[in-house]
């Protein structure tokens, strides 16, 4: 069975730093791209990073570049992602994802979500 | 980057009724090398992570009832739910999988009249 489970979450004051984690399981992690998405209270989904299957490649969304960084470490199976000069509005749950496919066809992988909170 | 436009921000429908909802992408999301729409549906309830029920725009994921249904192409695309489940109350995204950054839509709320 997949499983995704993100951890580090937590409450951090505005221009602090955390470090998410997420640990995967029930699959061949170092086979898949995988991704970072978020959702702020009561707004809308938002792709924030990927990553490629060796870590050589990495994208990520306007809002974030040169904030976040994300990597892998495919020999523990886990994905990270470093958020520096944290901002009120980077609150929001974190959801690591990915898509079992060899294409981008939709994200049918999810973790649980952690919680990030910016504030002071 | 691609603007995913959904409609509308939330929909009331009587249990057993149909709903409808709608999305736009600001470009073609129809990859022509494979004629393939890179358009994904979600549903989300709370405190729960994101549900994929269609890739391709219209193909179904394993599990997902019958009464959920994916069209369009292009820039137009429809999530359809024929007949109204309890279960259903959730809010449903759209996202578009054809170039990053791999932007959703606003979601719309769909609840019971």
């Known amino acids: 069975e997949v499983q995704l489970v993100e951890s580090g979450g937590g409450l951090v004051q505005p221009g602090g730093s955390l470090r998410l984690s997420c640990a995967a399981s029930?699959?061949?992690?170092?086979?898949?791209?995988m991704h970072w998405v978020r959702r702020a209270p009561g707004r809308g989904l938002v792709w924030v990073s990927r990553i490629s299957t060796d870590g050589s490649s990495t994208t990520y969304a306007d809002s974030v570049r040169g904030r976040f960084t994300i990597s892998r470490d495919n020999a523990k199976n886990t994905l990270f992602l470093q958020m520096n000069s944290l901002r009120a509005d980077d609150t929001a749950v974190y959801y690591c994802a990915y898509y079992s496919s060899s294409v981008p066809t939709g994200f049918n992988h999810w973790g649980q979500g952690t919680l990030v909170t910016v504030s002071s | 980057d691609i603007v995913m436009t959904q409609s509308p921000d939330s929909l009331a429908v009587s249990l057993g009724e149909r709903a409808t909802i709608n999305c736009r992408s600001s470009q073609s999301v129809l990859y022509s090398s494979n004629n393939k729409n890179y358009l994904a549906w979600y549903q989300q309830k709370p405190g729960q992570p994101p549900k994929l029920l269609f890739t391709w725009a219209s193909t179904r994921e394993s599990g997902v009832p019958d009464r959920f249904s994916g069209s369009g192409s292009g820039t137009d695309f429809t999530l359809t739910i024929s007949s109204l489940q309890a279960e259903d109350v959730a809010v449903y995204y759209c996202q578009q999988c054809y170039t990053t950054p791999y932007t959703f839509g606003r979601g719309t709320k769909l609840e019971i009249k």
């Open positions: 029930g699959f061949t992690f170092s086979s898949h791209w």
